[in-house]
């Protein structure tokens, strides 16, 4: 943990640096990957999973039975925290549904916009010791709200070629039948472009480690959307001292279990909060069972002080972090001035793990400073919004001089004669 | 100009393939005057753009006095035009803003979604003969609606260093203060790293050449974020005997005239109308300042016939046009089952090119097949939704539950503890 005193703005950028994680190194590699199973489609599958996780698999569509089956491998407790998240996930995502506009911008020329949902999505949920099952509901629910007519799973198989019971039976509740026991960028390859098994879908969506990442932004180029460019996890903290530094300390902690690479940075107006969390820190982090990861994630962790709350608010906004706990006393207010982060927790109940799993609100959410530019997943990912226009023979005669003024003007002679040739006829 | 009849579905993706423009050759080149941007700023922008514009620049801004004193050198039709325009696009970006959710998920757990602005954007305009000033209205009439606090606009020199007097005109009209005399990947370099002059901004929109939208992808990866992927314009319409050949021909030769890799294509159930609609290209296309261009587009332009509406509607959600043009009698009924398409031009009055300038729509859509996953440019291009949580102890203890057993199911303890700390608090 690396304390800051009063830092001034111009070493604002050098002290909230990210580590730069380039995948351009891995392009090549996994653009072999990718081209394989374009060319060979589940052949190529098969012999990479074979390679990457081990296992032999005759079908890689999760069989009916399964999925079906599923729930009696899942105990009651989790079973009935899921159905919780996926009520309360359910709800806020239905309210952000937005009604179609339509506006007559002129007698005669009506415009509208109509949403509607992505054909085809493709929900990738990594794998390894404990599944992601969390995020199989933050990508599911919001995509079948948005009816999504085709939703496709892959998540990679264990050692013996069977998948997280936990995922299926979230896929069951959410009526996802798709689900593919792929992994990696095989996974990723095969949503882009088909294969045999797996259908092409319009977007993908979902986490993965840094050859998933690439995988994305390459298929993103030619084949298929992607949700947003990923990083590693982050977490800022505001307190001041109204603040409980233990509460502070075991968010800090959250974030930093993720991964040795998450970032966690506390921004305080008080020495003795920075003091008193860091302390916190140290007595909750011998207790866990992932300390070694969040030990190293710690090492950069940065604790710092500033002189009051309009410099806490400038610090988080240059910082533009995906999780951002305010615990101040006068939240409500200091919240209004945020404008560059991807998910804000008010006050000293609201945890960042109630937004990674049940509280409502999206997990996925813009790291690496991308807040400056996107928000978290929300309904309008899984939406496109076309524009219509109707325009009679009255409203054409009405923009027509404008068409005309403007078409002469960047010398397109043929958009021009597309609106005279209409206002010559009968 | 290439005439199908009735093709077997199988074929349709034969028939409809795409041109395939892969940018990543170029992104040796791109890179090296990206890295230069980066590390030598304004002076490495003064040396590209005397190699690829042949002007040796001083000041890269426009000054206020250029900018103010453009209106004299716009004609009085081309102003009326462009302020009309202006009107219709903002009356319908207007009414696209959408209202911020709110909900309470579960007594005690408040979460809601609030639309901000993208703080800075960077606006491309290409240069040449014909500058494209709609393209600034495009772009900045949604930036100054959903009120990004700093817009940057880049345009090429021309050879005596001055800019387009159409193009200052509207960035007066609009408030645009910041506008540079620059092009080219120089640009994209420039607003996405900032150097002396021009600030660094979090997202860049317009179109350009292969150039420009190689940079665009290259500077993507890790500082900025784009509008869309970008390719040739393309047309379909759908046209059945209560057409006017000759509205549909002039629409057809207007998408050819934009460039000779412009994607032209009628889909009739009638084999009259394909006749007629060929014929009446001809006739018309001898007449155009631009016929070699859209000759040349025209090589490679489908006329298909299929044997009913049913399949017409198929055939355009397969392809996803950027523009779509229905005359025909029931186009209201077709266009309710379009769901692949950029923007749909309704009956024999609505030629694309009202669109193009002036109906209010935005014209700044998705190429390539890329309908299939995004909508064209709207307000939510501009903006981002960042999410709050407000959770009080007693909504805390409410999905308590479910959070730990998520966790534990995930293996986070610390995300556990950072809840049953609070729970187990006074």
């Not at 084949?223 to 590693?232: E, F, H, L, Q, R």
């Not at 409500?332 to 609201?350: K, P, R």
Request: contains cysteine.
């Amino acid at each position: 943990m690396n304390i800051y005193l009063n830092p001034k703005e111009s070493e604002w950028d050098q002290i909230l640096q990210r580590p730069r994680f380039d995948t351009s190194s891995l392009y090549d590699s996994v653009s072999k990957i990718i081209s394989d199973v374009k060319s060979n489609g589940d052949e190529a599958i098969r012999r990479h999973t074979e390679t990457f996780d081990k296992v032999k698999l005759d079908t890689l569509l999760v069989p009916a039975e399964e999925i079906e089956g599923s729930s009696a491998r899942v105990s009651e407790e989790l079973k009935a925290g899921i159905k919780e998240a996926h009520r309360n996930i359910k709800r806020f995502h239905s309210k952000q549904l937005c009604p179609d506009s339509f506006e007559e911008t002129t007698p005669g020329v009506k415009c509208w916009q109509k949403t509607i949902p992505i054909q085809s999505v493709g929900l990738y949920i990594p794998g390894g010791s404990a599944p992601l099952l969390s995020t199989v509901l933050m990508l599911g629910v919001p995509a079948t709200i948005a009816g999504c007519k085709e939703i496709v799973l892959c998540t990679p198989p264990s050692a013996d070629g069977s998948v997280s019971a936990a995922i299926l039976y979230i896929a069951k509740l959410l009526g996802i039948e798709k689900v593919f026991r792929i992994g990696g960028v095989q996974a990723i390859s095969a949503m882009a472009y088909g294969t045999e098994s797996v259908p092409k879908v319009n977007k993908i969506f979902g986490p993965g480690n840094q050859y998933v990442v690439a995988a994305k932004q390459i298929c993103s180029r030619d084949s298929v959307a992607i949700d947003m460019p990923a990083g590693p996890s982050e977490l800022a903290v505001m307190a001041d001292e109204s603040c409980v530094p233990a509460f502070v300390a075991s968010d800090l902690l959250s974030q930093a279990e993720h991964g040795p690479d998450s970032q966690v940075i506390l921004i305080s107006d008080s020495m003795k909060v920075i003091e008193e969390v860091k302390e916190e820190i140290n007595l909750q982090l011998v207790k866990l069972p992932r300390k070694e990861i969040a030990a190293k994630s710690l090492e950069s962790c940065k604790l710092i002080q500033v002189k009051d709350k309009q410099e806490m608010v400038r610090m988080v906004n240059t910082y533009a972090p995906e999780h951002l706990v305010i615990a101040c006393e006068n939240y409500s207010e200091l919240a209004a001035m945020i404008y560059n982060a991807g998910s804000v927790f008010l006050g000293n109940y609201s945890p960042e793990s109630a937004g990674d799993y049940a509280s409502g609100t999206n997990h996925t959410l813009p790291t690496n400073g991308w807040a400056h530019a996107y928000g978290g997943l929300n309904m309008d990912a899984f939406v496109k919004k076309i524009t219509f226009q109707e325009i009679s023979k009255y409203g054409l005669f009405n923009i027509s001089a404008s068409v005309i003024a403007m078409a002469e003007a960047e010398e397109l002679e043929a958009h021009r004669n597309a609106v005279s040739i209409r206002m010559k006829a009968e």
